[in-house]
Antibody, heavy 118, light 108 residues
Framework: EVQLLQSGAEVKKPGESLKISCQVPGDSFNAYWIGWVRQMSGKGLEWVGIIYPPDSDTRYNPSFEGHVTIAADRSTYTVYLQWSSLKASDTAIYYC???????????WGQGTLVTVSS | DVQMTQSPSSLSASVGDRVTITCQAS??????LNWYQQQPGKAPQLLIYDASNLVRGVPSRFNATGSGTDFTFTISSLHPEDIATYYCQQYDDLFQFTFGPGTKVDMK
């Protein structure tokens, strides 16, 4: 079973920066796209973007582009989702997930709760 | 961009009931449609890929059909553990993924 391990919950203030992580097994890191999905409290799933770690090819949902950055560290098999200036509206659970077949996400991380509050 | 709608947004059903959820795309997506189950407090779980293919290990009471713009997801006989929110999700050649708004299924 493929396991994606995400970093722990974060509490930040508006305007602060943040980087959350998703550790990916090496064979998955080198062969599959890894995506991020946002879920605000009590709401549905929103696709944030994806990265292909071998060459860091990255695509974003236009609704998130410019506000978040997705990156990969090939030395640690880790994928990141980062913000340079958080807003209260970024408060949500963020999941990483591995692409599987036909644009589907079969393997998911456990989620990282990000709380942005003054 | 492809927009996805689902109906109903919520439903109540009894154990053993047949449950049907529909998903509609704003343009032809062929069979690029997946279905997920999200139980409360858990990460989503992929149930169906390519519109109608059951993921190995997923119970056969789950079924889905459709192509183009109209898709249907069915639970043939509702079990208590099926209480969850169900999402459709499409994927296009431009690497854009879109989830439907979800259908919450609870027990009557």
């Amino acid at each position: 079973e493929v396991q994606l391990l995400q970093s722990g919950a974060e509490v930040k203030k508006p305007g602060e920066s943040l980087k959350i992580s998703c550790q990916v097994p090496g064979d998955s890191f080198n062969a599959y796209w890894i995506g991020w999905v946002r879920q605000m409290s009590g709401k549905g799933l929103e696709w944030v973007g994806i990265i292909y770690p071998p060459d860091s090819d990255t695509r974003y949902n236009p609704s998130f582009e410019g506000h978040v950055t997705i990156a990969a560290d090939r030395s640690t098999y880790t994928v990141y989702l980062q913000w340079s200036s958080l807003k209260a509206s970024d408060t949500a659970i963020y999941y990483c997930a591995r692409d599987w077949y036909s644009g589907s996400y079969r393997y998911w991380g456990q989620g990282t709760l990000v709380t942005v509050s003054s | 961009d492809v927009q996805m709608t689902q109906s109903p947004s919520s439903l109540s059903a009894s154990v053993g009931d047949r449950v049907t959820i529909t998903c509609q795309a704003s343009q032809d997506i062929s069979k690029s449609l997946n279905w997920y189950q999200q139980q409360p407090g858990k990460a989503p779980q992929l149930l169906i890929y390519d519109a109608s293919n059951l993921v190995r290990g997923v119970p056969s009471r789950f079924n889905a059909t459709g192509s183009g713009t109209d898709f249907t997801f069915t639970i043939s006989s509702l079990h208590p553990e099926d209480i969850a929110t169900y999402y459709c999700q499409q994927y296009d050649d431009l690497f854009q993924f879109t989830f439907g708004p979800g259908t919450k299924v609870d027990m009557k």
